[in-house]
């Protein structure tokens, strides 16, 4: 049984249908609110679903007003499906940083007190949020990809290397490709799973294609005039593990690129288009 | 001579560079801020420029980020310019409701006090803004053309008519196409304008054409889910108008579409299309 979906609000747009829906989350205890574009296509049948992870800071709401998707999921069929960054509200411990907490909920699943009963955006995002869709959405539950930007393309990347074969593709925009060796990381996986590197390893892409992590290829883009290249998303260390790992990495260096959503809404096309290549 | 220009912030985008700038402006008096994106074409010589003016409570930044309007500039070459809804600032008289004052300047050349010393806005989009343009930008000064939203679709049809020549070509997205006759217009015609309506004719799409004004052709988008439809838009008086003064309308309603961004984004590229055609 799915639990009762609140439609928060409801657009037509490019052919289809953008809503914000809102639920209570078995995995995060508390309502968690996502945006799902509903293409033309879906009156004719169930359609593929691409999911996408948002950064630090956000909520569904950044890309679902900036990151121009519509039209490309309208052009190939398929829902595209924006969670949350984290667990929102009175009850959910937060701190005061941009890097922790509300709007930073890595996608893990924390394991430390006070964190460990709402901070699970991996279950939600891996497990209970496609439960949702595939059951309220006019969605294929067989085909499935994933994507996303910063800590939601590292969220992509790690979420699709531990539930191997349910995704039929992965992408990211700027992801943070070594957590654990940044700031931001290191200060978020010792607080969601403890002082212990060990534990970060299951939740790093990098150390999770060290330990045998596999997937069978990646689209990365990524702005060489990026703020945070060099402090927190260093791809060429991805780059460099894939190529030891065998798996086919396609990294594009984009000159002039930044962080932003100027960014993103400049390859998403691109990276709708590759997925549904993967997902026919 | 063209006064100081200042960059507030620039992004790499499709391809080309979205900016957003300020200036003192002569003709409203107060600092006047606006965004333009200069496609990739621009590198190997002069572009068209598409002026784009929002509707009420709008700034540049909203159709700026959320108007998907890059990538169909890229494509075709054009410049795309998107000017603030009216003068701003500590010293500009306002009101506390968003259909009068800032927001909400409706391009027109305010003559009651004390409005007339900053509500200037139609010789601000028509004159002097395209004067900063030309001379600050890699703009081909004899090919520009102009659409807007609500508020600003009625001032591109207003701003064409009133400049024969001026401009290549109009469209517009759920104008407001008899201002005169809705409690939005009525309210800020009496006080940028006066009291007594013959002065309101020489500002209102419908007035003017019924008084002699033409234009070539125009293209309207309109959703029929739009909450304004009855109240504010009419765009039905347009039509009847149009077909009295013998003006190639084309009125596209469509099915489901509201008022928002998410209505403008899936007509933009068309708009765009159809600009670039008659700026060749």
Known sequence: MTAAIETVSQWTSHGGTQGVYKHVSASCQ????????????????PCPVLYYLSGLTCTHANV??????RAAAAKHGIIIVCPDTSPRGAEVPDEDVYFFGTGAGFYVDATES??????NMASYVSDEL???????????????????????????????????????????????????????G????????????????AWDSLALIEDGGRLDEILVDQGEADEFLESGLRPWLLEEACKTAGIALTLRMQPGYDHSYYFISTFMADHIAW???RLK
């Open 30 to 45: 508390c309502d968690m609110t996502f945006s799902a574009f509903v293409p033309p296509q879906a009156k004719s049948g």
């Open 64 to 69: 679902t007003e900036k990151g121009e998707f």
């Open 114 to 119: 006070p964190y460990e009963r709402h901070y």
């Open 130 to 184: 496609p439960g949702i869709i595939n059951s309220a959405f006019p969605a294929n539950p067989d085909k499935q990809s994933i994507f996303g930007h910063s800590m939601g393309g590292h969220g992509a990347l790690v979420t699709a290397m531990r539930n191997p074969g349910k995704y039929r593709s992965v992408s990211a925009f700027a992801p943070i490709c070594n957590p654990s060796e940044t700031e931001w």
């Open 186 to 201: 290191a200060n978020a996986f010792s607080k969601y799973l403890g002082a212990g590197q060990s534990a970060w390893r």
């Open 275 to 277: 997925h549904a290549e």
